[in-house]
């Protein structure tokens, strides 16, 4: 008789964590309020988290270099299907108060250009959609990159796949190079190299974990953890801003501070059996709902005061409204969500084509 082995409930808590920063970003900035210096400094101290999504995959994705087709098709499936329904969903609810708008202020509130898509990858209506298509790409870059390797073991031998992996140590660098020439890879898809870094990251931390005691794991995270709190106080201009490619700061510190971090955080709560915590935990297991929900939410309670002449820039009492709920409503709309395949990206399982 097989026994299900117990869920990893760090990655969920860390999940929650991110989704929870990302929702109250987005609630801040629409609001107006994304440059108050005490809310910067929290997002000084949280740069990293969207990096972690990445990082996770990684964690958890033991191979990468099936066969190519089928892997392909599931990820259009899981990833590129829900970016382009949610992306017009936002769109649709986006561009239906654009009359409204230009019939009473004349003017459409927001500057709307042709080129959005293509420079940013995301829809207007729901701009995180940019981490779907983002996520997507990494992991068809990431599969070929893994042929090769593989395919290099088979002809060359097993060294020289083993420095073939080194590969990955350069993508920090074209990352940062693409930033200084502007960022110019068509989709905003300048962020994919440091998604394969942080991809290849996790699963790097993955075979450490698995080769230490756990007392040991325990020491070196928690190591980890005050070099990126000494290193973040000391260079607290250091900050990477994945969904726009954005370095602040020397780039080499801010990518060993993400590095420290995300190894430290995970490896810690890994080695100590974190137990589940409700809400933090909910919100982390059905992340793809509270994500591809939340900011159409956001730009309808925008556009709808907006009607009545009322603006919510600059108000705490729309923050402290919209908080709670978009969150209650987003867990409302969990199980309509993960039902709809085309939406959360959770297709029926082929058991025949399953390893």
Known sequence: MNVAKP????????CGICIIRMVSLHVMAMCGHADDEWWKEVMQWTYYFMS?????????????SGPSRPYCEDKVKRLLIPYLTTGMIGGAIYFSFLPVMLNKYHNPIEPLEWSHIWKCGAFYGNNPTWFLISFFSAYIAIHFL??????????SGAMLQYYSSSVYFVFPFIGYWLYTLDNPVWLGLSNV????????????????????NRN??????????????????????????????K????????????????????????SVSLPRVPIINF??????VFFVSHYPM????????????RSIFGRYDDVLILLPAVFMISAWLVPYVEHTPWLSGRWPKDVKNEK
């Open 7 to 14: 869920r990893n409930h760090t990655f969920d808590f860390l």
């Open 52 to 64: 972690f999504f990445f990082f996770k995959a990684g964690y958890f994705n033991k191979t990468v």
């Open 146 to 155: 893994e042929k090769g390797r593989h395919w290099l073991f088979r002809h």
């Open 193 to 212: 190299f440091m998604g394969i870094f942080f991809f290849e990251l996790g699963r790097a931390w993955r075979r450490i974990l698995g080769a230490r």
């Open 216 to 245: 040991t794991m325990v020491w070196i995270s928690l190591f980890l953890i005050f070099f990126f709190v000494v290193s973040n106080a000391v260079f607290h201009d250091c900050s990477y801003t994945m969904s726009t490619n």
């Open 247 to 270: 370095f602040t700061g020397n780039p080499l510190i801010t990518v060993l501070n993400i590095t420290a971090i995300l190894c430290g955080l995970s490896g810690l709560f890994i």
């Open 283 to 288: 919100i982390g297991q059905h992340s793809m």
């Open 298 to 309: 956001l730009y309808y309670y925008k556009f709808v005061h907006l009607c009545f002449a």
